[in-house]
C-alpha cells in the first residue's frame, strides 16, 4: 500500500494536478462511498487521458494500485467561484 500513494500523486502533479480532499467520506445525505474518496483538480480536462496513458501511471495501476482497491473515476467541471 505504501508504494502506490508516492507514484499516483506524482503523475498527478506532474499533469498539472492536485489533490484537494481524500479520506473518508461523511454522509450528509444518501449513502456515502464505502472507502476512501480523493478528490483532484486539474488545469484542463485535456490533461487527464494524458495522465492515465503515462508510462509511469500505467506501470503503477497494475503492479500496485489494482492489488489494493476497486478504483472509479470521474470528470466533473468546476464553476466559476
Known sequence: MRDYPPVAQRTIKDSGGRTVAA???QPVEGDAPKARVVIQLCDSPEKIP?????????KAVPEIGDNLAKF??????GVSQ
Open 50 to 58: 494524458a495522465r492515465r496513458a503515462s508510462a509511469e501511471y500505467n
Open 72 to 77: 472509479r473515476a470521474y470528470f466533473v467541471n
Open 23 to 25: 479520506g473518508t467520506a
